[in-house]
């Protein structure tokens, strides 16, 4: 690739300097480490809510009298917009620069937030959540762009290291927070906290970001691609969402994978036909780029749809609180927070692809333990196998992003962060709603059988199938009034029958995440990851 060219603050008639003759940034603005601390505090709020509101959904329905599918949507409503908007979000940092996307970012994640703790009712805080999605669209993918033109390559391992330690310890340490915070506080606790962390990121943002962009960033918009794009990303997304409780049979879950379908070859066709496309299709003529981006929807179905049962296990089989539950998983955060920058370093000195491939079978060996645990299973067996989760995911996470930025042209950098992020909501999407739909099928076919097997009354079709739908979240159908001992039988069933279901999903996942090694086989060191550092101040 040839070489990008650096435009100097003095005015367009100054000469054009090549980003390794460019001196560097002086004082704070511009450093690569102080960027890298900015942007670590932005991100942290957006990978933070995307756990920690969890925890406060049982008190925002009490609170606010809401039903049980409005408070789905105030998880759905800010997943969804933060994946249909990523891809454009990145090309507007390209196209505007990412210091600028970044912290608009900030200071609308932080607003939305602060509004949702003021609201009043679920239909604001379902409203503000959906803009929380779309500011935290724009804060993601303007990050990497950032990391991408400050880091020089020798050292941007290292950085994309960190920036997923942080991603990971707040996905992980979301319910922990969430929990102290509805416990002691209040469930808009949870959402006023985003306030403070949102100032000092802005404040960080404009003392220490420079702003960066290629000489031939993109100068207009493909608003029909985006269209088009965004169109096909919402119908898939939807029926994600909507599969579990339409059923994967029914005629309007396929109707929007359909029309997802559709939407996309539609998006590809048009693609090949406008002067500036949206994702220029030539990016996935790159072998490496493509497998990076597979391997992040792999790697995010095995860990998303596994992770998605294990709070459940821990909490309505163990019967452990929510800050105990997120205690129980410090192993993982723990191993995420040691092994990313190792990771980084790792992969500096060896490629990408002998740690991505061993991340990977660690991931399927710890998903692969995950399906041998029982009703009573100790804390220290646990501990083992979601160590090695999160020993496995960091190379991942590090490696795999490395992998799909460091692969695309430096104009295209916020649009390769937004692939990378889309690639893992959808793949978390995707695992949730597959290994969910495994764990369905699995009870439904177990329960009536365990049922009988432990001498309890025949149920009717429809107690039998409300039955069903609790022992998918570990949780007993118990009915009031029920005698101690056949409580004790129930309850046994149920778990039983939730484990069997929990461990069928996590081989589920174990074999997404053994395909997984193949395609990390694919992967290697970005081509274009000498042109970050440097490139175009403006």
């Known amino acids: 690739m040839t070489s990008q060219t650096t435009l100097d603050t003095a005015g367009s008639g100054d000469k054009a300097v090549a980003p390794s003759q460019q001196p560097p940034a002086s004082g704070l603005r511009g450093h690569p480490w102080f960027t890298l601390i900015t942007v670590a505090v932005g991100v942290m709020m957006v990978a933070l809510d995307g756990t920690i509101v969890a925890i406060a959904n049982p008190a925002i329905q009490k609170d606010l009298g809401a039903t049980f599918a409005q408070v789905q949507w105030i998880t759905n409503g800010y997943f969804l917009a933060l994946a249909v908007s990523l891809i454009t979000a990145g090309k507007l940092g390209d196209r505007f620069g990412h210091r600028q996307t970044f912290l608009i970012g900030v200071v609308g994640f932080a607003a939305a937030s602060g509004a949702i703790g003021l609201s009043d009712s679920i239909g604001l ?151 500036e496309p949206l994702i220029p299709l030539g990016l996935f003529r790159s072998v490496p780029l493509s497998a990076g981006v597979v391997l992040m929807v792999l790697m995010a179905i095995a860990f998303m749809g596994g992770l998605f049962f294990v709070t459940f296990y821990l909490q309505n089989v163990h019967g452990m609180d929510p800050v105990d539950a997120g205690l129980h998983l410090l192993p993982l955060t723990g191993m995420m927070i040691v092994g990313s920058p190792l990771a980084g370093a790792a992969i500096t000195k060896l490629g990408p692809r002998i740690p991505l491939a061993g991340g990977m079978a660690a991931t399927a060996i710890a998903m692969y333990g995950m399906s041998t645990l029982k009703a009573d299973t100790g804390s220290g067996i646990m501990a083992v196998w979601f160590a090695l989760l999160g020993l496995g995911l960091a190379p991942v996470m590090v490696g795999a992003t490395e992998v799909i930025v460091g692969n695309a042209p430096m104009e295209l950098s916020g649009v390769a962060g937004g692939l990378q992020q889309a690639a893992m909501q959808i793949g978390g999407s995707l695992g949730t709603a597959v290994l969910g739909a495994v764990m369905a099928s699995k009870v439904d076919s177990s329960l009536p059988g365990n049922w009988a097997a432990a001498g309890l009354p025949k149920l009717t079709p429809a107690q039998l199938a409300q039955a069903s739908e609790a022992v998918q979240v570990g949780v007993a159908p118990v009915a009031k009034g029920t005698p101690e001992a056949i409580v004790a039988k129930i309850t046994g069933v149920a778990h039983d029958t939730f484990i069997s279901g929990m461990s069928l999903a996590s081989l589920v996942a174990a074999g997404v995440a053994a395909v997984a090694i193949l395609v990390a086989l694919l992967t290697k060191r970005g081509e274009n990851a000498d042109s970050g550092a440097g490139v175009g101040h403006i």
Do not use: Y
Not at 131 to 146: E, I
Not at 221 to 242: E, N, Q, R, T, Y
């Open 125 to 275: 805080v379902v409203t503000f959540r959906v803009f929380q999605g779309l500011f935290g669209a724009l804060l993601m993918p303007a990050a990497l762009g950032l990391l991408r033109a400050t880091f020089p390559a020798e050292k941007l391992n290292m950085a994309i290291g960190i920036w997923g330690m942080v991603i990971g310890a707040s996905t992980a340490g979301g319910p922990i927070l969430g929990g102290v915070l509805v416990q002691h506080v209040s469930w808009q606790s949870v959402f006023f906290i985003n306030v403070p962390v949102g100032l000092i990121a802005l404040v960080l943002g404009v003392v220490m970001l420079l702003d960066h962009r290629a000489e031939n960033a993109p100068r207009s918009f493909d608003l029909l691609g985006i269209g088009l794009l965004s169109g096909a990303m919402f119908c898939l997304v939807w029926a994600l969402i909507k599969a579990p409780t339409w059923g994967w049979g029914d005629g309007k879950t396929w109707t929007f994978i359909a029309a997802s379908v559709l939407g996309f070859a539609f998006f590809s066709f048009w693609e090949t036909k406008v002067r």
